[in-house]
C-alpha cells in the first residue's frame, strides 16, 4: 500500500539549515507529482513546493523561494526539500504528499516531521 | 490572509446538514478539493474534482462549486465529523488552500 514516511527535522537556529526526506513505498515517484505542505503551530495548511515525476517542473510559494529546494531521487524513489536561511515563522510541521494535481489533490500524506526554528 | 476564504467555524447538530464554504476569486473555472484534518492527525483528502469522493469516504460528504463559491456539504453530521476543513485549488502553477473551518457537532 502506499505509505510516506518524512524524516530529517529538528531544531535549528534562524539562518541555520535543514534538510528533510521522503521516503515513499508502494508506488513510483516517476509517475506522481509530489508536494511538500507546511502547519505552523496552531494554523492551517500551507503548500510550500512540489516537483513532478519527471522532475522538470517544480515550483515554490513565495515565502520559501529562493530559500528552499525541492529535488528528488527516483532510483531511492525518496523527495527532499533542502531548507536553508531557516526563520522563526518556517516553523511547522512538513508534510510531504502524493499529488495527483488539479482534478484531484494530495490523496496521500506522510504523517508529518517537526521543524522549529529558534535561538 | 488567504486568498480562499472560508468561515473559521461552523457549528451543526447532530443528524443536520453542515455546509462549510470557500470562495474567492482564484476559484472562478477551477476544480476544488477538500480535506479533513482531526487533532493530531495528517490531511485526508474528502473531496476532489469538486464533487467526487475517494473510495472509503462516506456518502453523506458531497461538494458543489458555482462561480466564485465551492461548498463542502456533510448530510447527517456525526461526532466523528469534528474536525478542521480546507478546500484547496490550482492558480497559475500554484497551490492554494483556504484558511480552513472549524467544524463542530453538538
Known amino acids: 500500500q502506499v505509505q510516506l514516511v518524512e524524516s530529517g527535522g529538528g531544531l535549528v537556529k534562524p539562518g541555520g539549515s535543514l534538510r528533510l526526506s521522503c521516503a515513499a513505498s508502494?508506488?513510483?515517484?516517476?509517475?506522481?507529482?509530489m508536494s511538500w505542505i507546511r502547519q505552523a503551530p496552531g494554523k492551517g495548511l500551507e503548500w510550500v513546493s512540489y516537483?513532478?515525476?519527471?522532475?522538470?517542473?517544480?515550483s515554490y510559494a513565495d515565502s520559501v523561494k529562493g530559500r528552499f529546494t525541492i529535488s528528488k531521487d527516483n532510483a531511492k524513489n525518496s523527495l527532499y526539500l533542502q531548507m536553508n536561511n531557516l526563520r522563526a515563522d518556517d516553523t511547522a510541521v512538513y508534510y510531504c504528499?502524493?499529488?495527483?494535481?488539479?482534478?484531484?489533490?494530495?490523496?496521500?500524506w506522510g504523517q508529518g516531521t517537526q521543524v522549529t526554528v529558534s535561538s | 490572509s488567504h486568498e480562499l476564504s472560508q468561515p473559521p467555524s461552523v457549528s451543526v447538530s447532530p443528524r443536520q446538514t453542515a455546509n462549510v464554504t470557500c470562495s474567492g476569486d482564484?476559484?472562478?473555472?477551477?476544480?476544488v478539493c477538500w480535506y479533513r484534518q482531526k487533532p493530531g492527525q495528517s490531511p485526508v483528502l474528502v473531496i476532489y474534482?469538486?464533487?467526487k469522493r475517494p473510495s472509503g469516504i462516506p456518502e453523506r460528504f458531497s461538494g458543489s462549486n458555482s462561480g466564485d463559491t465551492a461548498t463542502l456539504s456533510i448530510s447527517g453530521a456525526q461526532a466523528m465529523d469534528e474536525a478542521d476543513y480546507y478546500c484547496?485549488?490550482?492558480?497559475?502553477?500554484?497551490?492554494?488552500f483556504g484558511g480552513g473551518t472549524r467544524l463542530t457537532v453538538l
Open positions: 504528499a502524493r499529488d495527483l494535481g488539479q482534478l484531484v489533490g494530495a490523496d496521500y
Open positions: 508502494g508506488f513510483s515517484l516517476n509517475f506522481y507529482y
Open positions: 516537483i513532478s515525476g519527471t522532475g522538470n517542473i517544480i
Open positions: 482564484k476559484l472562478r473555472g477551477k476544480f
Open positions: 474534482q469538486d464533487n
Open positions: 484547496r485549488t490550482w492558480d497559475s502553477g500554484s497551490v492554494v
